[in-house]
């Protein structure tokens, strides 16, 4: 066993684990923080997108010895880190207000990854809010109102739209995500 210290969603942890242990294990099983789900294990869905040290990576496809030392932050900690004192995050609000989710199993994932798609690209066109989720799959295919979740978020981050406030209208039609 190797001891780790994580900060995660602000608190951090001393644990030991064994060097195989997968991060996303470590977070569910060890932290506690169930809101990061695993989709596959074979890093091909992006369910179980985390930011460390503020970038995102498939926690499945990193082991938790990788991140001693290090931040992570998940699901469950977004809240609060646009500066709005616990309030939902921008991104979480748009992903709500635009229907972004069926079932939720990819939501986590998909609001980890958009948050890090926004920090790199502010204002991202639709083709590049596709091309920075291909790396997410939704297995209920609402990628459509994803991406206007993502477009919402972009416009309330910017101080286009105040968060809370868009404008996105929720359409039920389903479409495979295309780059
Ligand atoms: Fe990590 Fe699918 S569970 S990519
Ligand atoms: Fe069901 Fe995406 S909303 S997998």
Known sequence: MTR????????EYS???EPRTLLVHYLRETVGKTGT???????????CTVHLDGRSVKSC????????????????????????????HPMQVAFHEAHGLQCGYCTPGMIMQ?????????????????EGLEGNLCRCTGYHNIVKAVQQAAAAMSGAVSAG???????????????
């Open 37 to 47: 789900v695993v989709g596959c294990d074979t890093s091909n869905c992006g369910a």
């Open 61 to 88: 496809n990193v082991l938790a010895v990788q991140a001693d030392g290090h931040e992570v932050t998940t699901i469950e900690g977004l809240a609060g880190t646009a500066g709005s004192d616990g309030a939902l």
């Open 165 to 179: 406030a868009g404008t996105a209208t929720a359409e039920p039609d389903r479409e495979e995500v295309t780059s």
């Open 114 to 130: 958009a948050c890090d798609l926004l920090k790199e690209n502010p204002d991202p066109t639709e083709a590049e809010i596709r």
């Open 15 to 17: 644990d030991d684990v």
């Open 4 to 11: 780790i210290t994580v900060k995660v969603d602000g608190v």
